[in-house]
């Protein structure tokens, strides 16, 4: 993998080498295993490419034709311990430099493992920012769950422990790896899943990968929603009304707001960028998958959408185009201190 592609891969590698861990020879051999050693560095990990959501369920686990590249930082370990860990997924800008720095220092500080997902870049695709359908949706559950089958074999890592924190598309993920009939689908062994799910101003809480919050939809692992309330991307109303009824439905969920915040506040960036061709999902769209049923459905009003209907409904009243992003360091910090609390405490459960 070319150096200039990831300038700060070495930045987040230095963690690895300040614990006295050594760092992986190359991310062009494919991982399956990490009971063996290196314990940190980067590796490339078998996954798939699922067209969509049902193609995932009927087709779990790796199957040869696609990989993801992931960036494992670990903090310092005492000998014979385990510690927990977070799986990160980018959003449809790709892998930036947050989740290669700031996300793994804070995390690594408060003795937790962090592994980076990159996505894109193994499929070819640096960015789906424009067309989200270069990369379907679903390869970042696949991806997701490829990840958690790796750190499970770690020898430093508590399996029962693992986390995953989802920004923007990435966010839609951590969401939908809390389904009950997507986790069960997938055929972990011993039970693996995810501890917790932190969807970070998530896609996926309105439009098709949305799905409805009955009651054992979602399983019982807590959930915790960040979102800024100033963006224009997604917009907060419809992921604070999912994480609302997703925690009726029985799921514990917090949700932090930030006031101001925008799109991408985590970035390092710290000024406003209107991005005019993003394609972003209109609040009031009523597009709502129903997992039990396998249909869609018009979240208002329960009726089924027939598949002949999809595409104009999508076109009238789901889909817009252009947004804006812009960090901020002081709603990142403040977010960071957030997530700290919320895992500390499920990890302590």
Not at 56 to 80: E, F
Not at 107 to 117: D, L
Not at 216 to 222: E, N, R, T
Not at 259 to 266: E, L, V
């Amino acid at each position: 993998m070319p150096a200039a592609r990831y300038p700060l891969v070495a930045a987040a590698l230095c963690l690895a080498v300040a614990a006295g861990v050594p760092v992986p020879v190359s991310a062009q051999d494919t991982v399956t295993d990490l009971s063996a050693g290196p314990v940190a560095g980067t590796f490339r990990l078998a996954s798939s490419t699922p067209r969509t959501l049902g193609a995932l369920m009927n087709r779990p686990g790796p199957d040869g034709s696609s990989t993801a590249i992931g960036h494992l930082s670990m903090p310092k370990v005492a000998a014979g311990a385990r510690v927990p860990a977070v799986v990160l997924l980018h959003g449809s800008g790709g892998l930036y430099e947050a989740m290669l720095d700031f996300w793994p220092r804070q995390f690594n500080a408060a003795g937790i493992a962090v592994m980076s997902i990159d996505s894109f870049g193994p499929r070819g695709v640096s960015s789906a920012v424009e067309e989200p359908s270069q990369v379907p949706f679903a390869a970042g559950i696949a991806d997701a769950f490829a990840a958690l089958r790796l750190l499970a074999t770690h020898p430093q890592v508590d399996a029962s422990r693992i986390a995953v924190m989802g920004f923007s598309r990435g966010g839609s993920a951590a969401i939908r790896t809390a389904v009950e009939r997507v986790v069960s689908s997938q055929a972990l062994p011993g039970g693996l899943r995810f501890a917790a799910h932190v969807p970070v101003y998530a896609a996926g809480c309105t439009g098709a990968v949305r799905i409805a919050p009955r009651p054992g939809v979602f399983g019982k692992a807590p959930m915790l929603f960040v979102h800024g309330d100033a963006d224009d991307y997604v917009s907060i109303g419809g992921c604070r009304d999912y994480a609302a009824l997703i925690g009726k439905a029985g799921t514990p969920v917090q949700f932090l707001t930030l006031p101001g915040g925008q799109h991408k506040f985590d970035a390092d960036i710290p000024r406003r960028v209107f991005l005019a061709r993003a394609t972003r999902t209109l609040e009031g769209c009523p597009l709502e998958f129903d997992i039990d049923a396998g249909i869609f459905v018009d979240r208002f009003t329960g009726e089924r959408i027939p598949g002949d209907q999809m595409a104009a409904v999508n076109s009238r009243s789901c889909r817009a185009t252009g947004a804006n992003v812009e960090g901020d360091a002081r709603l990142r910090a403040q977010a960071a201190e957030a997530i700290l609390a919320f895992l500390a405490a499920t990890f302590a459960r």
